[in-house]
């Protein structure tokens, strides 16, 4: 009896020993369901891409696994390539952001730079109109310019009208006149006016106003010689110390700006004076023929009332009509 309790103790404690190594771990215990099968409810387009079900089976229960096996396969391909999409959208998205925001800041910095572009512009065009009608109201031009330009306007006027009043005289008729009655004084006067403001006023004013013209126009060509000069004696100069922007400023006043100023204002006006000496030129000429043709004139009624004093015109008409029989 106590060699079988003995025994059976010995395999008892063998059967522990046997199933509780020292150090091994313990083996989990499996409980087989009865019959367990799990389904769901799957899209068709990913259940067409399932081939086949997986089947389990053990000795006494067979398990089946559903479709959801394939979907965590198609569910874990797709994964990687939604978190890249994702993830370059979100890139995208901050890259134009950045862009925006970087052509936002260029462009209100262009902005401002063209702002200020402009106000310079305004600026220098206005200190160059200041500085041109500051030299229009100098002593030299005040005195000089207007009073050219006035005589100029005038004397146009004043060679129109003379230069009609010859043509009249000229074409005048004289088989019409009665030399018993009239006194030849009188066209013999006329003519004598014309001559008189043909040579003696508009001719003179004409080399006045030339020489006027050219002085003008020659002082203005010496002031721009001389301010190129100065110009380029300035560029020959050698480089000195960097000055700081306060020294420039302070040595500012020595630079003969009025002389500068000067010059840029009758450069501008140049132009316009010697566009004027053709025309003076050309009014020259016109008065020279418009003399001859008042001298001309002058003589064939001298010659006219010589004749009639004569008493060869009333001859010289019956020669005519002698001559036409």
């Not at 389904?39 to 068709?44: A, C, E, Y």
């Not at 002082?219 to 301010?227: Q, V």
Request: hydrophobic letters at 40%.
């Amino acid at each position: 009896m106590s060699t079988d309790s003995s025994s059976a103790l010995g395999s008892s404690r063998g059967t522990d020993n046997a199933r509780v190594l020292p150090g091994a771990a313990e083996i989990p215990k499996v409980t087989l369901v009865s019959r367990t099968q799990v389904s769901l409810k799957v899209n068709p387009e990913i259940q067409n891409r399932i081939n086949h079900q997986l089947t389990a089976t053990t000795a006494d229960e067979t398990i089946i696994i559903s479709p959801f096996a394939n979907l965590i396969v198609v569910a874990a391909q797709h994964y990687p390539w939604m978190h890249m999409a994702s993830t370059l959208d979100a890139c995208f998205k901050d890259a134009e952001e950045t862009a925006k925001k970087d052509i936002k800041a260029r462009s209100d910095a262009l902005d401002t730079l063209e702002a200020n572009i402009s106000d310079e512009r305004t600026r220098s065009e206005a200190e160059r109109l200041i500085e041109f009608y500051g030299e229009l109201s100098s002593d030299r031009f005040v005195k000089d310019a207007p009073k050219i330009m006035q005589s100029f306007l005038s004397h146009g006027d004043a060679c129109t009208e003379i230069e009609a009043e010859a043509l009249r005289i000229a074409s005048q008729d004289l088989s019409n006149i009665d030399f018993d009655t009239m006194d030849i004084m009188v066209p013999l006067r006329e003519y004598n006016d014309v001559l008189d403001r043909l040579v003696g006023t508009l001719q003179m004013e004409v080399f006045a106003l030339e020489s006027a013209i050219l002085r003008l126009t020659v002082s203005t060509t010496e002031s721009s010689s001389e301010k190129s000069a100065f110009m380029s004696d300035e560029s020959d100069d050698p480089p000195t110390t960097p000055q700081s922007s306060a020294e420039i400023n302070d040595n500012a006043p020595n630079i003969p700006d009025s002389t500068a100023q000067s010059a840029a204002a009758r450069s501008q006006i140049a132009p316009v004076f010697k566009a004027c000496l053709p025309i003076i030129r050309a009014r020259g000429q016109n008065i020279t023929m418009a003399q001859q043709l008042v001298e001309g004139a002058k003589q064939n009624l001298s010659m006219t009332v010589h004749l009639q004093s004569l008493g060869l015109g009333s001859d010289d008409d019956h020669s005519d009509v002698e001559d036409e029989d």
